[in-house]
């Protein structure tokens, strides 16, 4: 199936996300690695491990961005099943193609530029629904969860990978640090853009804890909600399902 690639509208947050996304396209996947230290391949490999995928499945990552997570459920879902990168940034978009035809995923992988607030897709469709590090980018988060139940097949789950909100107290204040002052220092070095930095930084503080963001899956129509916290909470997999 082609859904082809949208046109989005933008509101205020939707441009500055845009903004920082064109911005650190090029250099994202190093920047990951950097900044987490290699940690974030052992939350999405977590997530992969939670995701229950089997082979001839549909799995739409939203969000998916540079398409570290779609690229192992296309080997996973294997020939009979199907893959959707979606992504609301084209800049992302063309660089996680890049990257997966160049590792040899083809075949079973689609390209869609969507808005998670408005996914273009039929209803009851996917198996599984990923989304990495995106929903805090997202202006209207009831309304990309409601989008998201919607595609979803009956029995189908949604993943979030989420920052979330340290379970300790040392650990909050080392990690708020390391957030506002080390963050947007490397991003000026490595990346010469130290302010797509500070937007990580306050982009993570202003996201909702861990039971704040359960109850928004809930009001969404999500049933047998729970999550899992890593690295002490700096991180949290929230899961869903739809019946
Ligand atoms: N999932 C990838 C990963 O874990 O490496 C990429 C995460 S990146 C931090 C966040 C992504 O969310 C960006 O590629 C951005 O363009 C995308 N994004 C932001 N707002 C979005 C929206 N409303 N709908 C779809 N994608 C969105």
């Not at 990951?32 to 799995?59: A, E, F």
Request: positive net charge; aromatic residues 10%; hydrophobic residues 40%.
């Amino acid at each position: 199936t082609h859904f082809g690639f949208r046109q989005v509208e933008r509101s205020k947050k939707a441009s500055l996300v845009a903004g920082v996304f064109d911005s650190v396209a090029a250099k994202y996947d190093m920047m990951n690695d950097l900044m987490s230290m290699g940690v974030h391949r052992l939350w999405k490999r977590y997530t992969i491990d939670c995701s229950g995928i089997k082979p001839g499945q549909k799995v739409l990552d939203l969000a998916g961005g540079t398409g570290d997570l779609a690229a192992k459920f296309s080997r996973l879902v294997g020939p009979t099943g199907h893959v959707v990168l979606a992504d609301i940034n084209h800049s992302m978009l063309s660089v996680g193609r890049d990257k997966l035809r160049d590792k040899g995923v083809v075949g079973n992988v689609d390209y869609v530029q969507a808005n998670a607030e408005a996914l273009p897709f039929p209803d009851n469709h996917f198996d599984l629904v990923t989304m990495a590090f995106g929903l805090r980018n997202v202006t209207d988060k009831d309304k990309a969860l409601a989008s998201i139940f919607r595609v979803l097949k009956p029995g189908g789950r949604l993943l979030v990978l989420e920052f979330s909100k340290p379970t300790n107290d040392m650990l909050s204040k080392t990690y708020d640090w390391y957030s506002f002052n080390i963050l947007p220092t490397m991003g000026q070095i490595v990346a010469n853009d130290k302010e797509s930095y500070q937007y990580l930084a306050e982009s993570i503080r202003m996201h909702p804890d861990q039971d704040t963001l359960k109850g928004m899956f809930e009001n969404a129509g999500f049933e047998r909600c729970d999550y899992h916290n890593l690295t002490g909470g700096i991180v949290a997999l929230h899961r869903g399902y739809k019946f």
